[in-house]
Structure formats: structure tokens, C-alpha cells
């Protein structure tokens, strides 16, 4: 490969076609080309766009390499056109101390596909009771900035509230998964009509909602950082949408299965539909929608889940919670969003790229395509389609509930750090 | 159609056709054939992954006066009832030769999944699933219905039948409501707010929680069994207060019509949703759900498995 | 479509076999008709009308539902059950005639024997059809035969009654082997 890479003819967020020279990790030129000694990706009809950022992501490493490791993980985001990615921290062991936060870093830099941001536990175990070495984890060579219990809530107040305030001096954030636990002891798919035909034990909203409130105004009291991780009600738009109306410091993400599927889809039994937090209404969907434009919710986190298929080939009770969704992510945004032209090439690139970095506090990343900055780019076909195969993912497992559908929109090549770590068909 | 899997998957013609085969064959047996050859040759598939002495011995009677082949695999406590390995289950069914599996289970939706894995080529029989649905018992429940206050081969048009009691957790109510409204029945539910699912709007029911006002109006009122271990997850404060205000007594029986009928499905809790007074009364026609009970699912296993080979 | 039998005859059929029937039993008394839904059971109480007619002998009646008895019933999808209609006088011990339409492979007589045994033990059986066709796959025939009517596989035989179809007739409609089965 020779050391400069040019996109010739590429669209930076739906202008007029430039060429964008890359060379030594960053964009060299942008404008008229001339390099001869260039690998040149013809990019007419396409759009670059700021790489994208991931701030919620299972890689499942370690512990659970039978579903995914970082090395698979890593392809997969580098298809999805991510070139960072967020570790969840409920790995086996929990990443609640250093030395494994800095072994989940040094893994992904090894495998150099994305930058892999490991998110360090609020409580030791994810237990809920003893905060983790969170101070450890932020001043080690892994940085962290992003705090989550993720799969479980820290539903102790108290426990929410010092955290808040403990990841305060090195400017971290809590990642809450907000589900309060007693509402929603067994609790299996949204609570509503759907439930109630299918004697599927219900997930009230309220569960969720009251979770969003409650740590709102614990994190404007002590005047910290908080991120919502996958909001999925109507309900809880609305409450995010009054406090950042009172300027409080809050931000929050949906997942592109939230915005797209309904608990209409549980009616089939398929665990492949089972997730946590549930899939909820067609009215929730149209909330979280209008949210993602309005930017009431800042970005879109996959909440990528994999898990190997016995896991999910079984009853709808058994079955664990979760899909896959770094290779399908642009596709469902676009489709939803973009393609309709509800959504702007630079709101795209905002919920894509650009907030999600600035929460996860990832320096280098989340920036818009200039001269001199780091070259991560996403390039997309705007007039492209996919058809989901499951049996086609680069990640080790196969829980996509979005087997076999066609989307609008397509990822063409991602270049992170100035390398190119996928380019379609190849 | 090969598979029962919820009432929501029969017409409206379907069912009252499963009602009056059930007639002609409880016909047949009141004229005293115990044994018919339709099914020789079928291999049929008690799998039950939960405790239900009454559902599997009604199937096992029903198959065998059919003449079938019948195979009981009690999967209680085994890896069945844990949902590992529904899948391996089957594929062992598969190898047996298994005309029908007739499936109880504690998951709900888990006939559903035995049907649409594709690991199975017979028919999947639900015969209760979790809180989900219990269609023959529904089946067999209109028809006990039919029997006394209808038309054998009409519907249950004008009729309104009460369901009392766990609404919630109850797949027997949950098949009863769709089978009865399918075949124009009006239905109302009584129970505690607690025990009637958030969201049963979509239902097309009337909900009271007033028994005593809703059982001068019905012409059936099903009583369904209430779970002591729900006053624990607060349900309802005590099993002595669940009696007074959802119980059926004498006193509450007279308030009905002179017609009108007393069910069950079963087993009961004598003394707390139903008084023995009341189980043992005319009105009552708890055995005889029984007895219907061998009919219907004899005409199930007739219209679902007869001719039903791929061959 | 050619028609095979007009109203008339069958009229006259029915009424031939009426009197073979009160010929060949020497003591009506004890015979019971039965006939196999839908058109035998119509054609049943018929022929018990015209020897109520001939002879003032009042012939008890009724219908014999074979379907669970049927020996196609792994291969052919299930069809609704018919009516059994078992006369007081029963079947213990008296003559029984079985009445179908069309006489064919002989497995329905077949498969009404068998449920006729699931009722009773008669004394004897006798038969009687409106139309015998051939292709006989039993040994098996009948005592009374409104019409004797040649065919070939390729051809169907179709009868129509007033009481079900709004008129009498017997009709031969071409048609392929395969749908003969």
C-alpha cells in the first residue's frame, strides 16, 4: 500500500465534491488532487463523514469470547464505519480495576481496526454497593472517562449520587442504564398490550423513566455529568427534554433498534427481538425520533450485543437480551432518518460522531474533516442499499433481528487513523 | 392447519367446526365406542415440561380412543423445564417419529417455538404455555357452554360469560377471552386491579371488580384458580380477603340466573376461590368440563393430525 | 358432461329397489336403513318413503357416519364429521341395509361395515346403491343397484338430489385419473 490515500471526488457532509488526500494519519489536503503515488478510492456519489464513535459497545472480551472478542468486534465496527468503540464493562471479570481497563486498551491498540475506549464499572462487581477503583481507571493508560453499570442500574441513590460526584475531578461522566429493579423483577418485553396478549411479564416504562428523573436531578444537585444510556420512552424524552431546558448537564442516546422496531415484534416468540431496555411503541419510536432531531437525544449508541445463538434459540424467557448492531447502525440511521431528509448530513455527523466523542471525552476523535486533523473518515453511499445476512457479519455472533431486511444507505470505506480498515467488497 | 398454538390463529369457522366434531364424538362415545381407528399408526407426544396430571392424562385418553400411538415424556426438572435444550427435545421427537408433540410447558410462547424452529415435522399441540394461552381448555370450556345454552351447532352470540379471578397469569382466561368473543360472547372480568393486566383496553372485555354486581347478569361465570404464592408479590393482602371479595359462595351462586353455570377449569382451591357448596351445586358442571374435555381433544387430534403426512 | 340418469329414472330406481327390498326380506319388520352421508343418507330415507308408500310398512331410518372409520385418512386432509343417526330399534340382530349413492373401489362400504360393527351386530348386511360404476378394489358388491354404469378412471361420476343440489340427476364429467383418487 503506499503511504498517502486519496478519496477522490467525496462529498464532505453533502457539498460540492473535493478530492481528500491523507497521508502519515492525517487529512493532508483537501481540494484539487494531484498525487501520483497515491492509493485513490474513486468516492463519486459518496459523502465523507467525521469516523464514527460508538459509546456503547459489548465486545464481550474477556470472558466471553464465545460470543465476540475485540479482535472480531473491532472488524465489525471498522464495517459499521466506526473507528472508536466504547467496552462495556460487564466482561468476565468486571473491568473495575485498572489492570484489566489498560488490558482491554492495549488489545484493541494491538489489533489497530478502532480505537477501543474501555468504559471502567461504577461498582465493584457491577454489584451496586462499593464503587470500583474508578480513580485508578481514569489516571491509568486507558484514560477512562465513561463510567457505566451498563446491563445493570446503579439503583442505590446514594451510590448514584457519590459517583456523580467522585468522577467529578477528572471530568468523568455516569453512563446510566436506567431500569428500576423491583418494577421490572423478571420482566420480559414492554408492558402494554402486547405484553398483556402475550403473557409476557411486563417492563413498565415507569421502570425506566423514574431512573431518568431521579439521577437528573441527583447530577444537577452536585452539578455532574450524566449520560443516559439508550432512552426508550416517550416518557423519558420528555423528562430529558425539561432538563436541558433548565440547562442541566445531561445527555443521552438511542440505539437504531429503538429507532426503528416496536414490542409488535415480540408477537412471533423470536428472542431475537428480546433486548434490553425492551423495544417499545410505534409513539415511543416517533418520541425518540423527533428527540434525536431536536437534540434532546445527543447521539445514537449501537448497544451492540453479542450472544452465541444458543442463547437465543431457545423460549423467549430463557433467551438472553440483546442484538448486534455495529454493521447495521448507518443503514437503519439513514434509512430512518436521513433518507426521508429529516435529518442533515451535519446532525449525522453530530449523533454519529462528533457528540458521542465529546462525551466519551475521546480527544482525538468526533472532529469535522480539515486539514491537519486526525484522519478518521467514514465514507457512504448515500444512494447505496444493504440486505442484512446474518451469516455475512464480521462479528462472531449472528443476533441481528435485522436478517434479511433491505436498508437505504450504505458504508463504503472507513479510514482510521489514516488507514484504511474497510472498504466494500474487499 | 397443523399446528394449535393460541386461538387467535382459528377462524371464527374453524372453531365451531373443532365444537361440533367434538359433539359427533362425544356421541360416539355415549354410544358406547370406546376405540375408533382414525389415528392407528400415529405416534402421538405427551411432552410435558410441567406438572398437569389433568391436561396429559385428557390428551392420553383422547389419543388412545383414536387409537394412536401414545408416547409420555414427563420433562419436569430436566433440562426441558429449563429451556436448555427445547431444541435437542425436539430433534429427539423428530427421531421418533412423532406425529404430535402435545406440549405444556412453563414458558410462554414455547409451543410457538417448537412449531416455527423447524426442528420438528409433526404438529405442535399447545396444551399451555406459561402465562400465554391454554386452547383446549378455552375449546372445551365454549363447548361445555355450547352444550348447556346453545344450539350444538351454533355460536355463543348473546351469551355473557364472567372470568373471575388471576386475570394476569392466567393463560386459561387468556384463550377463554378470544375463543368466547370470536364466537360472540360478551365477556367481563372480575378481579382486583392487580390481578387484570395494565393495558387489557386492547381486549374488547368490560372489567369490574364488583362480583356480586356483575353475576345476576352472566349465563357462565369461570372461576379461575388463584396462586397463594401471589398474596406474597402483593396481589391481594390476604387469601381471606381474596374469598370475600372474589370467591364464589352460595349466597353469590343464587345471585345468578337459574340457568346459568358455574365453571372451573381446574384443579380447584376449595374453600378460597369457590366454596364446596358451590363446586358440588347443580349449577356446577365441573366434571363434566372433564368429560368434555376427552371430546374436544379428540376432535383436535382428528383435525390436526388425520392426513396430516407429508407423504 | 353427459347425463346418465334424468329425475325420472332415478324416481324408478329408487322405486325398483324398494320393491327388491320388500322381495328378497320376507319380514320387513326387521329391517333398518342406513345410509352414508351426505346423498346415501338422503337417498336412505327415500327408499324408507316409497316402501311406506308400497306397502304401508313403516321402515326405520337413519344415518351411519364413516369418516373416522375412512382408510385414507393418513393421506387425505381431515373433512367434518357427518351425523350418525341410529333409529330406536337399533341394529342388534336385525337386517341392515347400507345405502350410498355410487358404488366405486368398495373401501367406503369398506369402512361402514367397520362402523357399523362400533354400533352393533346385526343379523346380516345388505346393500343397496343408486349407481355402481366398477373399479372395484374390494370384494365387495351390492344387493339392490338403481343403474349399472360403465366408466373409465378418466371420468367422474356425479349425482345430484334435490334435497341437497335442487335437482335429481346422475352426470359423467371427464376428468384426469389423478383426481379420481
Known amino acids: ?405 433491505n436498508f437505504q444507505g450504505a458504508v463504503v470505506a472507513t479510514i482510521f487513523n489514516g488507514l484504511l480498515t474497510h472498504k466494500v467488497g474487499e | 392447519m397443523r399446528h394449535l398454538l393460541s386461538i387467535s390463529d382459528l377462524s371464527r369457522d374453524f372453531a365451531l367446526e373443532i365444537l361440533s366434531t367434538a359433539h359427533e364424538l362425544s356421541r360416539v362415545s355415549e354410544n358406547g365406542t370406546k376405540k375408533l381407528p382414525t389415528l392407528r399408526g400415529k405416534t402421538v407426544v405427551n411432552l410435558f415440561a410441567e406438572d398437569s396430571t389433568r391436561t396429559r392424562i385428557s390428551f392420553e385418553a383422547a389419543a388412545k380412543r383414536l387409537s394412536a400411538d401414545v408416547i409420555n415424556f414427563s420433562a419436569k426438572g430436566s433440562s426441558v423445564s429449563k429451556g436448555e435444550s427445547l431444541k435437542d427435545t425436539a430433534q429427539t421427537l423428530q427421531a421418533l417419529g412423532a406425529d404430535a408433540v402435545i406440549l405444556r410447558h412453563p414458558a410462554s410462547g414455547a409451543a410457538h417455538r417448537l412449531a416455527q424452529g423447524r426442528w420438528i415435522s409433526g404438529s405442535v399441540i399447545n396444551a399451555g404455555d406459561g402465562t400465554h394461552e391454554h386452547p383446549s381448555q378455552a375449546l372445551l370450556d365454549a363447548f361445555t357452554i355450547q352444550r348447556h345454552l346453545c344450539d350444538s351447532k351454533g355460536d355463543l352470540a348473546g351469551l355473557h360469560i364472567a372470568i373471575v379471578g388471576d386475570i394476569l397469569h392466567s393463560r386459561v382466561a387468556r384463550s377463554n377471552i378470544l375463543l368466547l368473543k370470536k364466537l360472540g360472547a360478551t365477556v367481563t372480568l372480575v378481579a382486583p386491579p392487580t390481578l387484570i393486566p395494565f393495558a387489557w383496553q386492547s381486549w374488547g372485555v368490560e372489567v369490574s371488580h364488583d362480583l356480586d354486581a356483575v353475576l345476576p347478569t352472566v349465563d357462565a361465570v369461570i372461576m379461575l384458580r388463584i396462586q397463594k404464592e401471589r398474596m406474597s408479590d402483593l396481589y391481594f393482602p390476604s387469601s381471606r380477603e381474596y374469598s370475600a371479595l372474589f370467591g364464589i359462595n352460595a349466597e353469590r351462586a343464587s345471585l345468578m340466573k337459574s340457568h346459568a353455570l358455574v365453571m372451573h377449569p381446574g384443579p380447584m382451591n376449595r374453600g378460597l376461590e369457590i366454596t364446596a357448596e358451590v363446586a358440588d351445586s347443580s349449577a356446577s358442571v365441573v366434571v363434566e368440563q372433564v368429560a368434555n374435555g376427552v371430546s374436544v381433544r379428540m376432535a383436535i387430534l382428528y383435525l390436526f393430525i388425520a392426513g396430516n403426512q407429508e407423504d | 358432461m353427459s347425463v346418465a340418469l334424468s329425475s325420472e329414472d332415478i324416481s324408478r330406481a329408487i322405486t325398483r329397489i324398494s320393491h327388491e327390498i320388500l322381495e328378497k326380506n320376507t319380514d320387513p319388520t326387521s329391517v333398518t336403513i342406513l345410509g352414508i352421508p351426505t346423498r346415501g343418507a338422503d337417498l336412505a330415507y327415500r327408499i324408507a318413503q316409497s316402501i311406506l308408500d308400497i306397502s304401508g310398512i313403516e321402515i326405520p331410518v337413519g344415518a351411519l357416519d364413516i369418516t373416522l372409520h375412512r382408510d385414507d385418512l393418513r393421506i387425505r386432509p381431515p373433512r367434518p364429521l357427518m351425523d350418525t343417526v341410529i333409529p330406536l330399534a337399533g341394529v342388534e340382530g336385525r337386517t341392515v341395509i347400507l345405502v350410498d349413492d355410487v358404488l366405486f373401489s368398495g373401501r367406503t362400504i369398506r369402512s361402514a361395515l367397520d362402523a357399523l360393527g362400533e354400533v352393533g351386530r346385526p343379523a346380516r348386511v345388505q346393500l343397496a346403491v343408486l349407481v355402481d360404476r366398477g373399479h372395484r378394489e374390494l370384494p365387495i358388491r351390492a344387493d339392490y343397484v338403481g343403474k349399472n354404469l360403465p366408466t373409465s378412471l378418466n371420468q367422474s361420476v356425479k349425482v345430484s338430489l334435490i334435497e341437497r343440489d335442487g335437482a335429481d340427476e346422475v352426470s359423467i364429467d371427464e376428468v384426469s385419473a389423478a383426481e379420481n383418487l
Not at chain 1, 464503587?131 to 442505590?156: P, Y
Not at chain 1, 440505539?255 to 415511543?284: C, G, M, W
Not at chain 1, 476523535?365 to 486526525?374: A, F, I, N, R
Request: contains cysteine; negative net charge.
Open chain 1, 1 to 405: 500500500m503506499s503511504s498517502k490515500l486519496v478519496l477522490k471526488s467525496v462529498s464532505i457532509l453533502g457539498a460540492a465534491p473535493v478530492d481528500v488526500e491523507i497521508e502519515k494519519g492525517l487529512i493532508s489536503l483537501i481540494g484539487k488532487g494531484n498525487a501520483s503515488d497515491a492509493q485513490v478510492i474513486d468516492c463519486a456519489g459518496f459523502v465523507a463523514l467525521p469516523g464514527f464513535v460508538d459509546l456503547h459497545t459489548h465486545l464481550r472480551e474477556p470472558g466471553r469470547e464465545n460470543s465476540e472478542t475485540i479482535a472480531t468486534g473491532s472488524k465489525a465496527a471498522a464495517r459499521g464505519g466506526y473507528v472508536a468503540v466504547s467496552a462495556m464493562a460487564n466482561t468476565l471479570p468486571v473491568a473495575d480495576t485498572a489492570a484489566i481497563v489498560e488490558q482491554v486498551r492495549n488489545i484493541g491498540s494491538n489489533i489497530g481496526l478502532v480505537d477501543v475506549f474501555p468504559i471502567g464499572a461504577v461498582t465493584k462487581g457491577l454489584a451496586g454497593h462499593e464503587l470500583s477503583d474508578i480513580g485508578s481507571m481514569a489516571s491509568s493508560k486507558a484514560r477512562v472517562r465513561v463510567f457505566s453499570d451498563d446491563g445493570n442500574c446503579v439503583w442505590d441513590p446514594l451510590v448514584m449520587r457519590r459517583a456523580l460526584e467522585y468522577v467529578k475531578q477528572f471530568d468523568g461522566v455516569i453512563a446510566q442504564h436506567a431500569q428500576e429493579p423491583r418494577l421490572t423483577e423478571k420482566s420480559q418485553m414492554n408492558e402494554g398490550s402486547i405484553s398483556a396478549t402475550l403473557g409476557l411479564k411486563g417492563w413498565p416504562a415507569v421502570a425506566e423513566e423514574s431512573i431518568i428523573a431521579r439521577d437528573i436531578l441527583l447530577a444537577n444537585m452536585v452539578d455532574a455529568r450524566l449520560h443516559i444510556c439508550h432512552v426508550t420512552t416517550r416518557g423519558g424524552v420528555e423528562i430529558i427534554r425539561w432538563a436541558k431546558a433548565q440547562g442541566m448537564k445531561v445527555t443521552a442516546e438511542v440505539t437504531p433498534h429503538h429507532l426503528l422496531l416496536t414490542d409488535e415484534s415480540a408477537s412471533t416468540f423470536d428472542p431475537i427481538y428480546k433486548v434490553n431496555p425492551p423495544l417499545r411503541t410505534q409513539d415511543d419510536v416517533n418520541a425518540l425520533r423527533a428527540a434525536l432531531l431536536d437534540g434532546t437525544i445527543d447521539i445514537v449508541a449501537t448497544d451492540h450485543a453479542p450472544h452465541p445463538i444458543e442463547d437465543k434459540e431457545c423460549e423467549w424467557e430463557n433467551a438472553a437480551f440483546g442484538m448486534v448492531g455495529l454493521e447495521t447502525a448507518f443503514s437503519i440511521v439513514y434509512s430512518t432518518m436521513v433518507a426521508s431528509g429529516a435529518m442533515s448530513w451535519d446532525r449525522l455527523a453530530s449523533v454519529m460522531s462528533i457528540a458521542p466523542a465529546a462525551i466519551g471525552r475521546y480527544a482525538n476523535h468526533g472532529q469535522h474533516l480539515e486539514v491537519g486533523k486526525p484522519a478518521h473518515i467514514t465514507v457512504v453511499n448515500p444512494q447505496g442499499s444493504i440486505t442484512v445476512n446474518r451469516d455475512e457479519l464480521a462479528s462472531k455472533s449472528r443476533n441481528t433481528p435485522f436478517h434479511g431486511m
